[in-house]
């Protein structure tokens, strides 16, 4: 998460006199991640979390700011800091157990994902996820938007459609009388393709032409009279149009994969009986 430089803080109470300055020792061998640049009361500062902290800064707080002077202020922002968590660690409450724990969770959680998410995804990862999407096939699929009234008796529906037939506005019958929540809609079901609906009502829809009514039409939801108002040619998007959407698929897939995996070869018993409303009950922090 993207940090100020330096938090704010309370003022301090002025010191009757400048404190000495810290302690110094020269660097040995060549420095990496565990070089330790300060130690405040024993505990190390290194190189590594100076480095983890700078990737951390917003840019624009950082930007033009020469190497030294921001090592000189995130030294002194993690003194500061080391110096205080110190103070806390010594005892610290129920609410900052819970609070690391869920920071250390959380971290740990997403580290593993992005390296998971890191790698670049194949040109064969790329095909499948396109032909899954498209299909293998590149032909224009048809879409239609159409508008239904479902009811739940064949003898509605006859009802219906003998009221359309007379000229009835299909928009206000399916906002009186279909079930669903497309009545909001005056029926509207926006745009889909034959695949996407079950099939009696994909059926009807294909062999109807555009403003058409069709007859009652059965599915297991019930009882349709549909109306086709519109239909278009869908055509697939080149390969290389979608690269980005493509690759951006195949790593959400493989990060799901890779929870789905770790969740089922571990051990989880939930704790069965515990009210739901505990979540409320933020005093239990602070005993």
């Given at each position: 998460?993207?940090q100020p430089l330096l938090?704010?803080?309370?003022?301090?109470?002025?010191?009757?006199?400048?404190?000495?300055?810290?302690?110094?020792?020269?660097?040995?061998?060549?420095?990496?991640?565990?070089?330790?640049?300060?130690?405040?009361?024993?505990?190390?500062?290194?190189?590594?979390?100076?480095?983890?902290?700078?990737?951390?800064?917003?840019?624009?707080?950082?930007?033009?700011?020469?190497?030294?002077?921001?090592?000189?202020?995130?030294?002194?922002?993690?003194?500061?800091?080391?110096?205080?968590?110190?103070?806390?660690?010594?005892?610290?409450?129920?609410?900052?157990?819970?609070?690391?724990?869920?920071?250390?969770?959380?971290?740990?959680?997403?580290?593993?994902?992005?390296?998971?998410?890191?790698?670049?995804?194949?040109?064969?990862?790329?095909?499948?996820?396109?032909?899954?999407?498209?299909?293998?096939?590149?032909?224009?699929?048809?879409?239609?938007?159409?508008?239904?009234?479902?009811?739940?008796?064949?003898?509605?529906?006859?009802?219906?459609?003998?009221?359309?037939?007379?000229?009835?506005?299909?928009?206000?019958?399916?906002?009186?009388?279909?079930?669903?929540?497309?009545?909001?809609?005056?029926?509207?079901?926006?745009?889909?393709?034959?695949?996407?609906?079950?099939?009696?009502?994909?059926?009807?829809?294909?062999?109807?032409?555009?403003?058409?009514?069709?007859?009652?039409?059965?599915?297991?939801?019930?009882?349709?009279?549909?109306?086709?108002?519109?239909?278009?040619?869908?055509?697939?998007?080149?390969?290389?149009?979608?690269?980005?959407?493509?690759?951006?698929?195949?790593?959400?897939?493989k990060v799901e994969a890779?929870?789905?995996?770790?969740?089922?070869?571990?051990?989880?018993?939930?704790?069965?009986?515990?009210?739901?409303?505990?979540?409320?009950?933020?005093?239990?922090?602070d005993k």
């Amino acid at each position: 998460m993207a940090q100020p430089l330096l938090a704010q803080t309370a003022p301090e109470t002025p010191a009757p006199a400048p404190a000495a300055p810290p302690a110094s020792a020269e660097a040995t061998g060549a420095p990496d991640a565990d070089t330790v640049i300060a130690t405040v009361n024993g505990e190390a500062i290194t190189l590594g979390q100076m480095i983890a902290m700078k990737e951390g800064l917003h840019a624009g707080s950082v930007e033009g700011l020469p190497d030294a002077a921001l090592w000189d202020l995130m030294l002194d922002q993690m003194i500061r800091q080391t110096a205080v968590a110190q103070v806390a660690a010594q005892s610290p409450t129920k609410r900052d157990k819970a609070f690391l724990e869920n920071e250390r969770r959380g971290y740990q959680y997403a580290s593993v994902l992005e390296r998971v998410a890191a790698a670049e995804p194949t040109e064969e990862e790329l095909r499948a996820v396109y032909d899954a999407a498209f299909g293998q096939k590149t032909e224009p699929k048809t879409e239609y938007n159409a508008a239904h009234i479902l009811v739940k008796t064949e003898e509605e529906a006859k009802a219906v459609a003998d009221e359309l037939a007379k000229g009835a506005d299909f928009g206000k019958l399916a906002e009186e009388r279909s079930t669903d929540n497309s009545s909001a809609n005056k029926g509207d079901l926006g745009w889909f393709t034959a695949d996407m609906m079950v099939e009696p009502f994909a059926k009807a829809v294909e062999a109807l032409e555009k403003g058409q009514v069709s007859a009652p039409v059965q599915s297991q939801f019930g009882w349709h009279v549909i109306k086709l108002i519109d239909e278009r040619t869908q055509t697939p998007p080149e390969f290389e149009a979608v690269r980005e959407q493509l690759a951006t698929e195949v790593r959400r897939n493989k990060v799901e994969a890779e929870i789905q995996k770790r969740v089922d070869a571990a051990t989880v018993e939930k704790t069965q009986g515990l009210d739901a409303a505990l979540l409320n009950r933020s005093d239990l922090l602070d005993k």
